[in-house]
Each structure stands twice: as C-alpha cells, then as structure tokens.
C-alpha cells in the first residue's frame, strides 16, 4: 500500500522567513497531493492540493511543489506570520474504486517572533 | 455551508466499556471517511462509505469496532470493548464523491480517553 513520509517532524522560524516541509510517497499510482493545517485542538483543514498533472501551484504566500518522477512533493510558506503555528500534514490520493487518502505523520512549526 | 458535525467532542471510559460516535457530514456528500488520529501522528483511515456502502474497511479492527451508515448519511462508528491503545482522536471526514480526488472535509473529532 502508500507510505508517506514527511519531514521535518518539527520546525522553528523567525516571523518573516520561509517553511519548506518535504513529503515523499512510494506509489507512484497517487494522483492528489493535499495539505492540511492542524491548530491545537481544531479540525484539520485543507489549505492547498496540487494535481498530478500540474508541477506546482501557487495561492497568496504558500506553494506547492511536485515531483512526480522523484515522487515528492513540497509545501513553501513565504513570509511566515505567527498565525502559520500548527501542524501541517501531507497526504497523497488515488483511485482504487474510491478515493484512498494516506497522511504523512505530521511537521510542527513554530513561527518566532 | 454547515461542516461536518461530530459529537460527543470528549468521552472518558474505562477499558473494556463501550463508546459510541456519531457524525453528520455535509449535505449533499456521498463520501464519508472515519479516521483515528494518534497523539503526535497523521489520520489513519479506518472505514470509507460511499452513500450507505463500505468501500473500503481494511484498517478497521472488526473484532472491536463496528461502524454503520444506515440511510446513506449520518454514520455512526462504535467500539466494544474498548482498548488503552483506542486512545485516541476519531475523525469524520466527508467528500462530495470520493470516487473523484475531491476535498475532504473533516469534523471537529471526538477525542477519547481509556483508562
């Protein structure tokens, strides 16, 4: 079955700086690569997904970048604001009769001011 | 729209007990994922429906858990007897048609403690 795996398990910045979060998966069959940030005690939330046949996609301060040969897939948080703390969790998707959605284990960042 | 609700948000229980979730996903979506959530780890599916069918229950521990959507819209997921290691935050997740890549939205969860 999809592994994914995510690194780093944490990460701290200066308020201003860039976050890159890196995921890998082993299927190469996966098509739909989402992005979901998690608050302390809140419903995790979509904030980007990116399709296979698109190599990168933008919204505002934060992109999405994918790799399909090397099979990886990358999150960018620009100009980081104290509102980007949480944990952010990748996943990769694809179609085996229905949509089967396999996270990564998770990344903690901590935006400094 | 209204999301996914889910309830109770918190249940303690001795092990062995039994516990019972309840969600109701957005109208209108067929799909409808539980998900268990570790402490420190990502969402591990546990049982997928799409309308009131299972399509997929591979990761669900039969001998213990049991879930059900009867009418092809809420869903309610159950344990017996539970076990420490069902400690745990318990998702719902629902999708307008998970035989697409579409967004799955997720509930506030039901964070339960066994002691």
């Known amino acids: 079955g999809e592994n994914v795996e995510q690194h780093p398990s944490t990460l701290s910045v200066q308020e201003g700086d860039s976050a890159v979060i890196k995921c890998t998966y082993s299927?190469?069959?996966?098509?739909?690569f989402p992005w979901y940030k998690q608050e302390l005690g809140k419903r995790p939330q979509l904030i980007i997904d990116?399709?296979?046949?698109?190599g990168e996609k933008k919204d505002q301060r934060i992109a999405v970048t994918l790799n399909k040969t090397a099979k990886h897939f990358s999150l960018h948080i620009t100009e980081t604001q104290p509102e980007d703390s949480a944990v952010y969790f990748c996943?990769?998707?694809?179609?085996?009769?229905?949509?089967?959605?396999?996270f990564g284990q998770g990344t903690r960042l901590t935006i400094n001011p | 729209e209204a999301g996914v609700a889910q309830s109770p948000r918190y249940k303690i229980i001795e092990k062995r007990q039994s516990v019972a979730f309840w969600c109701n996903p957005i109208?209108?979506?067929?799909?409808l994922y539980w998900y268990q959530q570790i402490l420190g780890q990502g969402p591990k599916l546990l049982i997928q429906?799409?309308?009131?069918?299972?399509?997929?229950d591979s990761q669900l521990p039969k001998d213990r858990f049991s879930a059900e959507r009867l009418k092809g819209v809420d869903s309610t997921l159950k344990i017996q007897p539970a076990k420490l290691e069902d400690s745990a935050v318990y998702l719902c997740?629902?999708?307008?048609?998970?035989?697409?890549?579409?967004?799955?939205?997720f509930g506030p969860g039901t964070r339960l403690t066994v002691l």
């Open positions: 997740a629902s999708s307008l048609d998970g035989r697409s890549a579409d967004t799955q939205y």
């Open positions: 299927d190469s069959a996966s098509n739909y």
């Open positions: 990116i399709r296979s046949n698109v």
């Open positions: 996943a990769a998707s694809w179609i085996q009769g229905a949509q089967k959605l396999v």
């Open positions: 109208s209108g979506h067929a799909t």
């Open positions: 429906f799409q309308n009131n069918g299972v399509v997929d």
